[in-house]
């Protein structure tokens, strides 16, 4: 069935509902508060290990779950804010996220830990579609991408600060005061957003498609968890390929079922749109590249180099500060050039940014990752900045915060995908040369110790000891992890070179006012 209706259920008549930039400074106070939490928890989670008595497989537990319910209900959210309104939907994740923030911190055991970082995913994904539409509805056309660019810096910002203060936090106060800090910035975000936000939602709209929810909802479920499992399962193994399968098959149905509903959840013309699909391809490059990068980093830095979380979070800035100058100047450029030549000029950038990282050694100096951070920022904030505005810009209004929802899932996809991916290259790469950097001492590591070894040497780690023979042990396993992370940073690069290619297809978002929308 097709459904045409007329845009702005609650808005009033131009190209915009008012108050852009007043939107703009409400959504953000929420979502640095989701950002600062996805920084710090990693910060945290060895004191959590130490003072819940949690087990390795319990912390993995902690960011797993959120991640889950974070990626399996974001697209669902966008769809409750198109029926029942944004900035509603906005403000209940905003309360939601703070109030779990607060029952973390008071929590007594690991499995209530656990417990309530599945909630906050919930009311994290409610928050972030919802705010993409509220930028969407406030700003018009041709200011969308400026509001992208600002957008992009302040996600920069967050990133930039949540290992600097989750550090401070941990070492000087607690473990819960990473978790109690969001209180105040949700109150906050809660208060100014009641004040500043216009309400937005689509009139057309009238039902929740409870089967796509659930059909969605499970094959977001078995592929995100197929992807955190493969690199302690492995790739081929059967638990692995049946998650996959049942992806797949899942999926399907939802693809069929979204054909014939009659107020689909995910209505399947949105991607009849070429850049809105090709967007949410770059989205999931991007994130590939972005996150497969900062997590062997931050083992490099840890594991070969000693350095402390806080210390590795001081490393890293010059990438996130780097967005905070790059996202508006993209932009900008985005707004002159078009799309096309600034996302591909972008991945490009990037590209020559992930090879220097591929000739990085172990006694890299601080240059030499500063460098190729700061043209990382100049190069991925144009396919963020860009690949939002194409996502939500193109899509029309009726559906902004499905889009949003399409837009935040690519990206969490993405995310896994090149940790899991990457790792599974580097642990190989580690496995292969291992032998080769222990020299003659290999022949007299006893097969089980040697599997240990590889283990520790795929995380940048070194057995513990001193001495001639910890020694040997700790130069191999040093130049092993090099190796595995110069190749996982030139898949990047390839990686990157193919998103430049897919970029020459996109085109800038089309918002328009008045026009008929179809929704199903």
Do not use: C
């Amino acid at each position: 069935m097709t459904q045409a209706v007329s845009v702005g259920a609650d808005a009033p008549p131009g190209r915009g509902q008012g108050r852009p930039w007043l939107t703009l400074l409400a959504v953000s106070l929420g979502v640095i508060m989701v950002m600062l939490d996805g920084t710090v928890v990693a910060i945290a989670n060895p004191v959590i290990q130490v003072e819940l008595k949690a087990t390795l497989s319990d912390l993995q537990w902690v960011t797993s779950g959120y991640l889950l319910a974070l990626a399996v209900f974001l697209i669902t959210a966008g769809k409750l804010g198109d029926l029942f309104g944004h900035k509603r939907v906005f403000l209940v994740g905003v309360a939601g996220f703070a109030l779990t923030s607060l029952a973390i911190g008071l929590s007594s055991s690991v499995g209530m830990l656990i417990a309530l970082r599945v909630l906050q995913g919930l009311f994290g994904a409610l928050l972030q579609p919802a705010a993409l539409a509220l930028l969407r509805s406030a700003f018009p056309a041709e200011r969308l991408n400026m509001a992208m660019g600002a957008w992009g810096a302040i996600i920069g910002l967050s990133s930039a600060g949540g290992p600097i203060i989750g550090g401070l936090l941990v070492e000087n106060v607690s473990w819960q005061s990473v978790f109690f800090i969001n209180v105040p910035v949700g109150a906050a975000a809660l208060a100014f957003g009641l004040w500043a936000l216009r309400e937005s939602r689509a009139r057309a709209l009238s039902r929740v498609d409870w089967l796509g929810v659930l059909l969605l909802s499970f094959a977001m479920f078995d592929l995100v968890w197929a992807i955190i499992k493969a690199p302690m399962w492995g790739w081929g193994d059967i638990r692995t390929l049946a998650f996959l399968a049942a992806a797949v098959l899942i999926g399907a149905l939802f693809v069929l079922w979204q054909s014939r509903a009659r107020e689909p959840l995910l209505p399947l013309s949105l991607f009849r749109n070429a850049s809105v699909s090709i967007g949410t391809v770059l989205m999931i490059l991007m994130a590939f590249s972005m996150f497969g990068a900062m997590f062997f980093l931050t083992f490099f830095f840890q594991g070969v180099h000693g350095l402390t979380p806080l210390d590795s979070g001081l490393r890293m800035l010059p990438m996130s500060a780097g967005m905070i100058v790059a996202s508006p100047i993209a932009g900008v450029l985005i707004g002159k050039l078009g799309p096309r030549i600034t996302i591909a000029g972008g991945m490009v950038i990037s590209a020559v940014a992930m090879f220097l990282m591929s000739r990085l050694t172990v006694d890299a100096a601080f240059a030499d990752t500063a460098i190729p951070f700061v043209l990382l920022a100049f190069g991925l904030s144009p396919v963020f900045v860009g690949a939002t505005e194409i996502i939500v810009g193109n899509a029309p209004e009726e559906l902004s915060g499905v889009a949003g929802g399409v837009q935040n899932s690519a990206m969490q996809v993405g995310g896994a995908l090149g940790t899991a991916i990457l790792g599974a290259i580097v642990s190989a790469r580690v496995a292969d040369v291992l032998p080769g950097h222990l020299g003659p001492a290999a022949a007299a590591v006893p097969p089980e110790q040697m599997g240990l070894l590889e283990a520790a040497a795929s995380v940048g780690a070194a057995p513990p000891g001193t001495g001639p023979i910890a020694k040997v042990l700790a130069d191999a396993s040093h130049l092993s992890f090099m190796d595995g992370l110069n190749l996982g940073f030139l898949v990047s690069t390839a990686v990157a070179l193919l998103a430049a290619g897919l970029a020459l297809f996109v085109r800038a978002g089309r918002k328009t006012e008045g026009a008929p929308v179809h929704l199903g």
